[in-house]
């Protein structure tokens, strides 16, 4: 970067992914995503953490059977941690969408 020139916070120019110059009329490669690198980080974290968090107490209350039967049947347990947040999301936005109509 030239001394002149200031820091560019565009993800292409920090990474140095320069585009072709000619794609002919086909679409950029790198979408525009409508959030920041943040918002992501803070996903990640949260995921994780409510990951480790729910291990964590099962751990407590069973003990190291919790964490055996969680290790063994990874897979099961996965779908149903991502079918109960589906579920909450889904069922979040039901409330919001019925208080939006209570409002009105």
Request: proline residues 3%; aromatic residues 10%; positive net charge.
């Amino acid at each position: 970067m030239k001394k002149d020139q200031k820091p560019s916070s565009n993800l292409r120019d920090l990474l140095g992914i320069k585009e072709p110059s000619d794609r002919g009329g086909k679409k950029p490669i790198l979408k525009k995503t409508h959030f920041t690198i943040w918002y992501f980080v803070i996903a990640i974290l949260i995921g994780r953490g409510a990951r480790y968090l729910v291990l964590g107490l099962l751990a407590v209350a069973y003990g190291e059977q919790a964490l055996a039967y969680a290790e063994a049947h990874s897979f099961e347990v996965a779908m149903v941690v991502i079918g109960l947040l589906a579920a909450g999301v889904a069922g979040y936005f039901v409330w919001t969408k019925v208080q939006g109509a209570k409002r009105r």
